[in-house]
């Protein structure tokens, strides 16, 4: 090892070894000398507990840094760890060093001449600055190290055995040049270097875990995570400096239908390529995540109208097109603004009125952007209050099928019941069913409520005393439940649970959304089927693509929407669309039920038609299944 005044010292790993061995022997008299063992002992318990409960990693290394402080009584030491995001050194741990020397060295990137620490960093070598006064690394550094009373510096790099890569940099500060005893520090030293690696390995894998958590690992963007965690920060401070801030809310156009039709790998490769195009355009936002699916949200510091127009520019760049195996593709999107004022100004209401925006341009077909204005605010206040009253109501318990019979209007008995979804709470039941079901689709509360309601009419079914005495039970079934992932086997697994005869119980389906007849729905359905449950197209007459599902899907039940039985007998139409529902329903030998019957006359002009099914007013509505079964003893027997 030369120790001459004016160089500093690169040490290979070998050499480093070396000395430590020849050191090693000397070290324990030096142990007791400078710092008892037991205080060493005491020292590292209290920095891995410290690494144990996540401390800060500040904490962490100003604990190790005073710590070798009190075994190297007059070196000052000073831990930079490494941010791999930045590529620059960070801050880390002090001692003796005031703030002021940490200010100095934050954000300091790795390179030749940049200190020992700095240049450490960039060879990722051990470096010795023997007198730093006359040390070519420390040219730029000289007056700061007079400030701070530093003339020799040792830095040894810390390293994630596990990939080589830079954690940081341990320094050591002496305030005279550099002599030949103090090499017996090397091998030292070795433990507080490994307590510096312990604390920052630990915090990258932590970091990275939070990086995972908070990223969506394609897109590299934000994930929902992330939005929760900053997004109320970003908006508080806006609100409170009176700065500019709109929320976009951008959603791809039948984006679900370019999936299906090439599959997941080819769509991400374009979703990545629309995703680029998107924070390239929108590169002034404060965050950008992606939000779900084919969704994004950005906060864009601009005033509203500024914000417009910087997304029509990103609808000019789309315009262009993206290629995909040979084909151009054209992708539009539906985008949703809004900002705070002095009613709206938390994070969730802001969200959820740019959602809506969007939801209104989707409704008018796409391609458009809207600014959220007062009407869409108190819609988005009524949704926001209905989805925290399902919550409610989910924990409470206050969910729970009602059960409406279905009526054989030839024998006047009942042929089967529909379980509709109740609120039990007196205090939570505000809101009418459909804008319940309405919310819970758009929020996917659906699920939870689907399947609770689904579990009850099993239970019901398979109950030794058989409250509903043999009959079947419909249950509703969303196309946003189908439509998730692993709903079928959720299905068929409360089925198992509850032993419940799967001919007992029939899925109604509503006409009133869009359900692709060959994609992942279609197949639910059928599998559904197979197992033995009964399906049901509702509300038919109201909807979409009727005839195509007829053929395409296993239907047995059709019901008639009630708006048409409404107007029989008053109607043409509405006469004629009944008769002709029923006799498509008989050609293709399904069961044709006739909804919302409240009248005899009604009555009278179904029978007249022919139908044989009807359910309404006329004979009950939906009741708990105690009272179903009383209905059922009390009006039968
Ligand atoms: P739906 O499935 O067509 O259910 C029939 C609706 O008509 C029920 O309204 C029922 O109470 C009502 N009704 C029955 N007979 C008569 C009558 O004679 N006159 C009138 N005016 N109405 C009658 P409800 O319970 O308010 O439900 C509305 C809709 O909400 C349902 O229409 C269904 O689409 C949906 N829904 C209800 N429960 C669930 C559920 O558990 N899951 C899902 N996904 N949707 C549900
Ligand atoms: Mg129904
Ligand atoms: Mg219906």
Partial sequence: MNLSANSSISLSPKALRDGQNRLRASLESLKGRLISPEALLQGQQRVLELVARNASLKETLSEIARLAEEAFPDMSASILYFDPVAQVLRAGGYGRLPNSFAEIVEGMVPGPNMGSCGTCAFTREPIISVDVFEDPLWIDFVGLCKEYGIRSAWSTPLIDERNGSLLGVFGMYYPTTWSAERAIDISF?????????????????????????????????????????????????????????????????????????????????????????????????????????????????????????????????????????????????????????????????????????????????????????????????????????????????????????????????????????RITDEKLKTVPIQDLITVAEETGQIHRIGLKMFE????????????????????????????????????????????????????????????????????????????????????????????????????????????????????????????TVLALGKACGLDVVAEGVETPEQLKALTDMGFELGQGYLWAKAMPVDIASKWLTDSFN
């Fill in 456 to 579: 009850s009419a099993c239970k019901a079914v398979a109950d030794p005393s058989d409250p509903l005495k043999g009959l079947s039970v419909n249950v509703n079934i969303s196309v946003a439940q189908l439509l998730k992932v692993g709903t079928t086997e959720q299905i068929l697994d409360i089925l198992a649970r509850f032993g419940a005869d799967p001919t007992r119980l029939c899925l109604e389906l509503t006409e009133s959304q869009w359900l692709d007849g060959d994609g992942a729905g279609r197949r639910a359905l059928m599998e559904l089927h197979k197992a033995g449950l009964k399906l049901a197209l509702d509300d038919f007459g109201t909807g979409y693509a009727s005839l195509n599902y007829l053929r395409s899907l296993p239907f047995d039940i059709i019901k008639v929407d009630q708006s048409f039985v409404k107007l029989i007998g008053q109607d043409r139409q509405a006469d004629a669309l009944c008769e």
């Fill in 189 to 421: 030293a070795q433990d507080f270097h490994q307590l510096a690696t312990i604390a920052t390995e630990r915090h990258r894998d932590e970091e990275r875990s939070r990086y995972l958590a908070t990223h969506d690992a394609h897109t590299g963007l934000g994930n929902r995570n992330l939005l929760i965690e900053q997004g109320e920060d970003i908006v508080n401070r806006a609100v409170s400096t009176g700065s500019p801030l709109t929320l976009a809310f951008i959603d791809l156009d039948r984006f679900k239908r370019l999936r299906q039709q090439f599959g997941h790998a080819q769509s991400d490769v374009i979703f990545a390529q629309v995703a680029k195009l998107i924070q390239q355009r929108l590169d002034c936002a404060e965050l950008m995540v992606r939000f779900d699916g084919d969704e994004f949200v950005a906060f864009l510091p601009l005033p509203i109208n500024e914000a417009k127009s910087l997304i029509e520019d990103l609808a000019n760049d789309m315009a262009v097109g993206f290629e995909m195996a040979e084909l151009h593709l054209q992708i539009t999107f539906s985008c949703g603004l809004s900002t705070y004022d002095n009613d709206t100004s938390d994070l969730e209401m802001i969200i959820v009125m740019a959602d809506e925006a969007t939801r209104d341009a989707k409704r008018l077909g796409g391609d458009k952007i809207i600014i959220a204005d007062q009407s869409l605010a108190a819609r988005a206040k009524s949704h926001r209050n209905i989805r925290k009253l399902l919550d409610q109501a989910h924990e409470t318990d206050a969910i729970q099928p009602f059960y409406q019979p279905i009526m054989n209007l030839t024998t006047g008995r009942a042929k089967g019941f529909e379980a509709l979804m």
